[in-house]
């Protein structure tokens, strides 16, 4: 896989230029995927469950839940991370055990998921960060846009 490639065609195929908001972008996957797109913070998950968001595929909506944090920046990129997996398709393949027997409250497709994590030097998972990385910066470049910041501090 050519992980700098994979990006930039993720990027390209969102259409929606260089810059954009969070939620442009949610709508491109809302409509994508079809289905509704929740994002929510739970406190209950913390730096020391070693997890810092989740994606959770239902019947009709498509859940990030993700850890508190004070920092905007981090939450987003938790939270961006998760969107990469699903516009580089990463949940969408059915190659995945559907032992119940480990793990039996969770969806085979999260469990397979949450077991992956485990290489977080996976081309997947370099991939998902890279385009979060590049979906944050065309976030960014939509608030210095809308907020004429460039503009008065060039």
């Known amino acids: ?17 260089s810059a954009f908001t969070f939620d442009d972008l949610v709508s491109v996957l809302q409509e994508r995927r079809q289905r509704t797109l929740r994002v929510v913070e739970l406190a209950d998950l913390g730096e020391q469950d070693g997890i810092c968001a989740l994606w959770f595929v239902k019947e009709t909506e498509d859940i990030v839940i993700h850890a508190p944090t004070e920092s905007l920046l981090h939450r987003q990129q938790f939270v961006l991370h998760e969107f990469a997996h699903m516009l580089l398709g990463h949940g969408d393949d059915e190659d995945f055990s559907n032992d119940d027997s480990l793990l ?51």
């Open 1 to 17: 896989m050519n992980i700098e490639r994979t990006v930039s065609t993720a990027m390209e195929d969102l259409a929606l230029g």
């Open 104 to 154: 039996p409250d969770i969806p085979p497709r999260t469990r397979r998921r949450l077991l992956a994590r485990k290489d977080l030097d996976s081309e997947s998972e370099i991939a998902a960060e890279s385009l979060a990385d590049h979906l944050a910066a065309a976030i960014r470049g939509s608030a210095f846009a809308e907020s004429r910041y460039l503009e008065i501090f060039g």
